[in-house]
């Protein structure tokens, strides 16, 4: 009698213990979704702000360059190329 008590109890705890860690992966999967937006728009204004600092440190640099050089916006994403053009003032282009 004591051998099948013991089992019965054995087998209890092992429900016990699944029981539980199916609760913790319920709990973590429904935390990972509700954070998951947050993280990604997290992540989203990260890029953006980055991508907005390099095309102002672009725009910066073409400006530094001098005379002839000027700034002209590609698209709507904010990028651009910055291009010599010859006023007819007689520079020369940088590196040239």
Same mark, same amino acid.
């Given at each position: 009698?004591? $051998? &099948? $008590?013991? %089992?019965? %109890? %054995?087998a209890q705890s092992l429900i016990e213990y699944a029981l539980i860690l199916a609760m913790v992966a319920v709990? #973590? &999967?429904?935390?990972?979704? $509700? $954070?998951?937006?947050? &993280?990604?728009? #997290?992540?989203?204004? #990260?890029?953006?702000?980055?991508?907005?600092?390099?095309?102002? #440190?672009?725009?910066?640099?073409?400006?530094?360059? *001098?005379? *002839?050089?000027?700034?002209?916006?590609? *698209?709507?994403?904010?990028?651009?190329?910055?291009?010599?053009?010859?006023?007819?003032?007689?520079?020369?282009?940088?590196?040239?």
């Open positions: 009698m004591r $051998l &099948i $008590l013991a %089992k019965k %109890k %054995k709990v #973590a &999967i429904a935390a990972l979704q $509700l $954070l998951g937006n947050n &993280i990604g728009g #997290a992540l989203r204004g #990260a890029a953006s702000t980055v991508g907005q600092g390099a095309e102002n #440190a672009g725009r910066n640099a073409c400006e530094s360059m *001098g005379n *002839g050089f000027e700034w002209q916006p590609v *698209g709507d994403d904010g990028g651009g190329n910055c291009v010599y053009v010859n006023n007819g003032d007689g520079g020369e282009a940088a590196g040239g």
